[in-house]
């Protein structure tokens, strides 16, 4: 079943209505009244730390985690804030390609190619779907991109 774009902001998915703006900002926002719906299209992104920001056209996301070491000698607790970064891209690919936006999924990849890390998303993303495959049942090809 194909979904309509989740990521798209030209036309809004079944379910959602376009609202009035809420704040002075004039910024639309919408609500839907399927959240299974909206749920199933999320991409998921494991992060272990708290994220601040996303830096959209480096593909990172930002953030914090917090360090507490105690000093036995010095009978003290020492509190650190260590800043954090994530690259998010491979997240994105693997979520066009699984919905079978292969069209779409080269059209993102075309946006960040530039940057030096891109070869490095891309990595990690065969790494991710080769670790799936390998953990999969054997003999289940579906021909399909095994996200």
């Given at each position: 079943?194909?979904?309509?774009?989740?990521?798209?902001?030209?036309?809004?998915?079944?379910?959602?209505?376009?609202?009035?703006?809420?704040?002075?900002?004039?910024l639309k926002r919408w609500r839907t009244n399927?959240?299974?719906?909206?749920?199933?299209?999320?991409?998921?992104?494991?992060?272990?730390?708290?994220?601040?920001?996303?830096?959209?056209?480096?593909?990172?996301?930002?953030?914090?985690?917090?360090?507490?070491?105690?000093?036995?000698?010095?009978?003290?607790?020492?509190?650190?804030?260590?800043?954090?970064?994530?690259?998010?891209?491979?997240?994105?690919?693997?979520n066009l390609l699984s919905y079978g936006y292969?069209?779409?999924?080269?059209?993102?990849?075309?946006?960040?190619?530039?940057?030096?890390?891109?070869?490095?998303?891309?990595?990690?993303?065969?790494?991710?779907?080769?670790?799936?495959?390998?953990d999969s049942p054997r003999g289940r090809s579906?021909?399909?991109?095994?996200?």
């Amino acid at each position: 079943m194909h979904h309509s774009r989740p990521y798209s902001l030209r036309g809004l998915p079944s379910g959602h209505v376009a609202s009035t703006p809420l704040f002075t900002d004039n910024l639309k926002r919408w609500r839907t009244n399927d959240v299974k719906e909206v749920a199933a299209q999320a991409v998921y992104i494991p992060l272990d730390f708290y994220p601040l920001a996303v830096l959209l056209r480096k593909g990172i996301i930002a953030g914090i985690e917090q360090n507490i070491t105690l000093q036995n000698s010095l009978g003290l607790l020492q509190f650190r804030l260590i800043t954090k970064t994530h690259l998010f891209l491979h997240h994105i690919f693997r979520n066009l390609l699984s919905y079978g936006y292969e069209l779409d999924a080269v059209r993102f990849a075309k946006l960040f190619e530039k940057l030096v890390y891109f070869g490095h998303a891309l990595e990690i993303l065969l790494h991710t779907v080769l670790e799936k495959e390998a953990d999969s049942p054997r003999g289940r090809s579906s021909g399909k991109f095994p996200c």
